[in-house]
């Protein structure tokens, strides 16, 4: 059986981008495509003064566009659509188990009642089983071939690599590993002298440690590596600027998506140029 890639899709310029990325991608792994649309009406008002048939209507137009968008990147894709009488995000995590990879855009139209512009891809992506890749209105959906990802050494870190190096073998690219850290900085009281040299060589060795497995197992990929003194989000909003996507480790923990997410991945979703795929340590 075919893997399957799930878009939500809902009408938006940032939902046909997803759509876009989507296609392609379903095609490198020889899948097919999932078109997900959902609704559910709120408030009393809504249920009075839209008519089923008109929503229905309305969802019917908005797979259309999206399946005919999808055919246009790729003709003999195989597409099935499904329209759901749930909340965008319960829709869209009750689907995520049985596809490869969730695929949405950032910020959505909104345009029926009930839907808020960008909560459903933060809640997807902090929250789904499988990577999760969000494509923004204003980011470039076809980027040179490069693959970002950033690396701390951490679970998620790893998970991120793994991801990073199976897309760049997927798409021809080159893999652009970015570790980006901080001096802590102690109070004045407790101000000790210490060598940024020795903290700079440090990460450049813990970069080296952290890419060896990946350089084995992928030996035909091409790797730039850097570390970089700076926070993670502009450091790897940087590296992004023209790549193909950019790949983060999320946290992993319940609760609010910005915690879910980890404060690095939840700031890329604003300010990444480029897709940013979303995976998960568990």
Known sequence: MKSSILVGVDGSEAALKAVDWAAAEAVRRDGRLLLLTAFTMYTAEVAFTWREEDIKISLDQVLDEAQDRALAVAPKLEVERVTVLDPPTVALLHRA????????????????????????????????????????????????????????????G????????????????????????????????????????AIHAAEEDALRHDLEPWLTKYPDVPVRSETAESAPVPALARAAQGARLLVVGARGRHGPSVLALGSTAHGLLHRAPCPVMIVHAG
Not at 140 to 145: K, L, M, S, V
Not at 172 to 191: D, G, T
């Open 97 to 156: 188990a049985e596809a490869a990879m969730v695929v949405v855009g950032l910020r959505g139209r909104g345009g029926f009642p009930g839907l808020k512009a960008g909560s459903v891809a933060y809640r997807v992506a902090a929250h789904a089983p499988v990577p999760v890749v969000v494509v923004g209105p204003e980011t470039e959906a076809r980027g040179d071939p490069v693959v970002v990802v950033g690396d701390d050494g951490s679970p998620h």
């Open 158 to 197: 790893q998970k991120a690599l793994a991801a990073a190096f199976d897309a760049a073998a997927a798409l021809s690219a080159r893999v652009h590993v970015v570790r980006a850290w901080e001096p802590l900085i102690p109070p004045a009281q407790m101000m000790v002298s210490y060598d940024l040299g």
